[in-house]
């Protein structure tokens, strides 16, 4: 983040003030964020999302069953056809982005630190 430039008579002030969205910003997204009062347990909620199933994981999981029941009862559900390709597709391109990124952190290693990089590669 870059300060503003100081405009006086407040030398200071224009280094401590940052306009909103101007910094990092690190947010868990959480059922109670966006409603204190959600239905059922809170602490439940949570323990389930982390030591069991992301709700990504568990809506695949409702997506995979209404695939299933649509080509089992012969029943087009077009909308969740659709959503469970674009999915499939933003996960290859995440897989291939994420794969560019250890090609080039290998190739980097291979170059600051070939013996570390042999230790990657396993020989």
């Known amino acids: 983040m870059f300060p503003y430039p100081t405009f ?17 910003v690190i947010q868990n997204i959480e059922p109670r964020v966006f409603s204190p009062d959600i239905a059922g347990d809170a602490e439940m909620e949570e323990r389930i999302h982390m030591n069991v199933a992301s709700y990504g994981k568990q809506l695949g999981k409702i997506l995979e069953a209404l695939e299933v029941l649509s080509e089992a009862t012969g029943t087009p559900l077009p909308a969740i056809t659709d959503l469970i390709a674009r999915v499939e597709a933003e996960k290859a391109e ?7 990124q250890a090609e080039a952190a290998l190739a980097r290693l291979k170059q600051v630190d070939p013996g570390a ?6 020989g």
């Open 94 to 100: 995440c897989r291939g982005t994420i794969r560019a």
């Open 117 to 122: 990089w042999q230790q990657v590669r396993g």
């Open 8 to 24: 006086p008579p407040y030398p200071d002030w224009s280094s401590h003030f940052c306009a909103p969205f101007s910094g990092d």
